[in-house]
Structures are given as C-alpha cells and as structure tokens.
C-alpha cells in the first residue's frame, strides 16, 4: 500500500484571514517504508507572513516572493497524491489551508483517505503530550535538526512516529517466510518477514568443541 505523508506551513493559522500556504513537503511510504519519491517546494503565498508564523518556520517575505505560486505546482501536487492515504498531524489544519488554495484555483476538496496522526496520538495516549515534537521524545526519534519547523524535515519524523504510532517497528523487504500483521486500530496489514539460517554440521561441531574447551564445567562427553 502507498501513502503519503503530507505537511505544510503557512503564513499564518486561518484561512478565514487570509492566510496562505508557503511550503509543501509530502513523502511517500510504501508498506511503511519511505520510497524515494518526494514532493516539496516553497510557494509565493502572495501576502505577508505574520510574526508568529515568522518565529515558527523562519521563511521572510524577501525569499517567498521569489518561489512559485499555488496555480502554478497545483497539478503536480494533486497528480503526486492522487488515489494514495494522506498521513498528517492534525490534519484540520494541513487540509483547511490545502483545501482554502484549490478553492481559490476553482478546484475540488481533497478527497484522498485520511490518518490523523494527532487523533491517533490522543488515543492511544489519553492527557499526553501529542505534538509532533513530544512523539518524538516518547518513541526516542531524533528530532534534533527540527530547529525550525520545515515540511520535509517534519515529514520524516512523523513517518516514523506514524510506524511507532501503529506498533509496526520492523517493517522489512520481501524476504521469504512472509508472516502478516493486521494493525486494529486502521486495519492495515502490514508484510513482516522472518529467514531463519540453521547452522550445517561443520559449524554445530566448531561450537560443541568451543563449549568444551571455554566452559569451566564440561557436560560433554
């Protein structure tokens, strides 16, 4: 299964304000695994971004204005997640501002399959901290380059709280002795793979002769 782990960051919170979107980072995960397909760039948001905004992502309107515009990378990005699950935290908020720029192209809602990481956070930890940054702590992520906030950089760490997230730590390539794991929470099923090397004669021998001549009490005869 393919989805995409999506975020963005804005000129500022509502959209009501008129505030627009700036960056656009999007990853996509193939059975949990990150492929090496991508989807980023930075917009013109054609307005300022406010201060608190400023404080978060560090993008000034010098080097916004530079970027393209929403109409002209809307396709692209709409083509990149079509018919694939959209993995986001707090996802209100990454579809309001994503939603608010197709309908200003004229454009349809998204409609793409949603997790909601931050509603599976508050679930599975009842009156715990559930940013992105506390997941992150809790599942021993490194977040140490997210001295900003920046849509890629938070992209990869939410895709792998996400795995954490659905108790999936492992997921591997296809190897042989396929094993499946169906996540309850959101129903995916999830490939694990095992390969088990016996060792041959020669080497069972090597450590039957290793045993008798390294252990102080010899059980065999």
């Known amino acids: 299964m393919k989805e995409i782990v999506l975020d963005t960051e804005t000129t500022g919170i509502s959209t009501k304000e008129g505030h627009r979107i700036v960056e656009i980072g999007c990853i996509e995960l193939e059975n949990l695994i990150p492929t090496k397909n991508k989807f980023h760039c930075y917009l013109n948001p054609e307005r300022k971004v406010s201060e608190k905004a400023l404080e978060v992502h560090g993008y000034t ?105 659905l108790d999936q730590k492992e997921p591997t390539l296809n190897f042989q002795n396929e094993e499946t794991k169906i996540n309850q929470n959101n129903n995916i099923t999830v490939n694990y793979y095992k390969k088990v090397i016996l060792p041959n004669a020669d080497e069972l021998k090597k450590h039957k002769e290793y045993l008798k001549n390294n252990l102080k009490k010899n059980f065999f005869n």
Do not use: M, W
Not at 75 to 97: C, P, S, T, V
């Open 61 to 165: 309107d010098e080097f916004l204005v530079t970027q393209k515009k929403f109409s002209e990378i809307g396709e692209q990005f709409l083509e990149f997640i079509k018919d694939k699950r959209l993995i986001i935290h707090n996802a209100d908020f990454d579809l309001g501002h994503l939603n608010n720029e197709l309908a200003i192209l004229g454009k349809n809602k998204i409609d793409n399959d949603i997790v909601d990481t931050l509603i599976l956070a508050r679930d599975k930890f009842p009156g715990s901290p559930v940013s992105l940054d506390a997941l992150c702590k809790r599942y021993r992520i490194d977040n140490s380059k997210r001295t900003q906030h920046t849509a890629l950089i938070d992209c990869d760490l939410l895709a792998k709280v996400y795995v954490n997230l």
